[in-house]
Nanobody
């Protein structure tokens, strides 16, 4: 069982940056592939980025490539999403997710409660 808690969301102006964190409980974090997803108002949840269990592989939604960076620190049971050059289209609730051996496509077994990111123009 893995429990996930996101943090780091907030209000930022267009062009700004935020770093999201996803803290995981449980001893099996280091064996889990993980991902970030987001859901904007009135839209379906969409994939943003994923990282495999040891951080050796990553993948991104096309629209965030070059702006977002996913990383993890297994010693701290934490995953990160560094977001730069934010624009209003990035406004959404961001969720982290985890599952064992699902790289690269999921599906993910565990989800956090989400953190709101709002980008003002």
């Amino acid at each position: 069982q893995v429990q996930l808690v996101e943090s780091g969301g907030g209000l930022v102006q267009a062009g700004g940056s935020l770093r999201l964190s996803c803290a995981a409980s449980g001893r099996t974090f280091s064996t889990h592939d993980m991902g970030w997803f987001r859901q904007a108002p009135g839209k379906e949840r969409e994939f943003v980025a994923a990282i495999n269990w040891n951080g050796g592989d990553t993948c991104y939604k096309d629209s965030v490539k070059g702006r977002f960076t996913i990383s993890r620190d297994n010693a701290k049971n934490t995953m990160y999403l560094q977001m730069t050059s934010l624009n209003p289209e990035d406004t959404a609730v961001y969720y982290c997710a985890a599952a064992p051996r699902v790289w690269p496509s999921g599906p993910y077994d565990y989800w956090g409660q989400g953190t709101q990111v709002t980008v003002s123009s």
